[in-house]
């Protein structure tokens, strides 16, 4: 068992303060993640604690000893770098490479012996490598070459591994099967973890506790849960982003929003029926559009229910888990009486939410234009005894129409937006809204 101790470390260039009182506690069997912006100190961390860069202020300790006052061989026989880059101009081969990994272990003129050539052996396999074990280290892939770089970490055999960025060079498959290998090592051989990565999301997924950087300083410290908010997201990075539990991996998920592209406003207003997330980047598309979004009914602490809130769309809500009441149906009628074109989700429906379709079937009858965004066939998502089919058939029947896809349904409100523009002028002396339904006459 092993102990990091971070203890309140300042770190510079020159005249210049890249960490400011940084302070945190690991210990053996623990994996850390540390994020934040391009120049947030991230990669000055994993500098300073592989006494690479000595802190101005502060000390680090590995149990009780300060890391700084212990011998470079003694350091290298607990603590192993993956570095972002490792540059090797040298031909070596990538066993020759990984096997530089037992150096702290051997005398200083003793050859590798058959127990060391099975320690590399055996990190090579784990990383998959060994394929490689003759081929020159010039020779590979960039994400080849990292691994390779793991394997040698892996090789030297140490208490506390220090990653800067170990997937950047990767595609997704090697990055799962890197990132599944450190959590199977932490957990079995008690490895102490500590990484810098940019992927909220690989970091949430597999950190047990995640540290986020601003400007060298700590802004938030602990369980993902605790740190990896939409708040902290937008303080340390400057976006918005929708964070939520994914369904699958139960880890959080973070996806962040593009910055409104600053469309001039359509004076139209979409009104649309989602859920579940269904609606959450459509939502986001129309706004960008310049179009007016209004959603319902919601139900609290549903993606799309924060998405609304994220960009401040006015929704109507009901509570969680709860049928849609008189009081919600009647507030999302009257939402939908304002608006220009209604669009249906690809969403999920069951009795909780019919009644979203019974108000779609209202405002088309008052001439409300109804576009049905079916990205997945009704039948997977009717969970309503057939109920929902058939509201959407009737709606289909009587002028609904069917779109596949997010670029079809902007195509199809592009091409309706100047006639339905025009009729609005034509009869802004009337008293019935809406009274122009352009889809029927399509």
């Not at 990984?98 to 590798?112: A, C």
């Not at 369980?223 to 139960?250: C, M, Q, W, Y």
């Amino acid at each position: 068992m092993v102990n990091l101790n971070i203890n309140g470390i300042d770190c510079s260039y020159g005249s210049t303060k890249i960490l400011d009182d940084v302070q945190f506690a690991v210990k053996s069997g623990e994996f850390w993640g540390i994020l934040g912006p391009n120049g947030s100190g991230k990669s000055t961390l994993i500098k300073s604690i592989s006494r690479v860069l000595k802190p101005t202020k502060g000390t680090i300790f590995i149990d009780e000893a300060d890391i700084y006052k212990l011998k470079t061989l003694d350091v290298a026989r607990r603590l192993a770098v993956v570095p972002q880059d490792s540059p090797i101009t040298f031909d070596f081969t990538a066993l020759e490479i990984v096997l530089m990994g037992r150096n702290p272990h051997m005398s200083q003129f003793g050859m590798e012996k058959k127990e060391d050539l099975d320690i590399a052996k055996n990190a090579m396999d784990l990383t998959d490598t060994w394929q490689f074990a003759d081929r020159s280290i010039t020779e590979l892939s960039g994400g080849e070459r990292q691994r390779v770089i793991i394997a040698r970490a892996l090789t030297q055999e140490p208490q506390i591994l220090l990653l800067d960025e170990p997937t950047n060079h990767l595609d997704i498959c090697n990055q799962l099967e890197i990132m599944d290998l450190l959590t199977l090592l932490c957990k079995t051989k008690k490895l102490l973890i500590v990484g810098v990565f940019h992927d909220f999301n690989l970091a949430a997924r597999y950190c047990d506790s995640l540290i986020l950087l601003m400007n060298g300083k700590i802004v938030a410290v602990g369980e993902s849960s605790r740190t990896l908010t939409k708040e902290n997201v937008k303080k340390v990075f400057r976006v918005d982003a929708i964070v939520k539990t994914h369904p699958v991996t139960g880890a959080l998920h973070v996806t962040p929003l593009s910055k409104p592209q600053n469309q001039p406003p359509k004076n139209l207003t979409v009104h649309m029926v989602s859920g579940g997330g269904t609606g959450s980047t459509l939502m986001k598309i129309l706004t960008d559009e310049g179009y007016t979004v209004t959603a319902g009914v919601l139900h609290l602490l549903d993606t799309d229910y924060e998405t609304a809130q994220l960009l401040k769309i006015q929704a109507v809500t009901e509570a969680s888990f709860s049928p849609i009441t008189d009081e919600s149906h009647q507030a999302n009628l009257e939402l939908i009486r304002k608006s220009d074109f209604l669009v249906i989700a690809s969403t999920q429906f069951g009795e909780g939410n019919l009644r979203n379709l019974e108000a779609a079937e209202k405002a088309q009858e008052t001439g409300i234009p109804i576009i049905n965004l079916e990205e997945t066939p009704i039948a997977e998502r009717d969970f309503s005894m057939g109920k929902a089919s058939t509201y959407l058939t009737k709606l289909k029947n009587h002028g609904a129409i069917t779109v596949k896809n997010t670029n079809e349904l902007l195509q199809l409100l592009n091409s309706l937006e100047e006639t339905l523009q025009q009729q609005k002028k034509q009869s802004a002396d009337k008293t019935t809204p809406n009274a122009f339904h352009p889809l029927k006459s399509r």
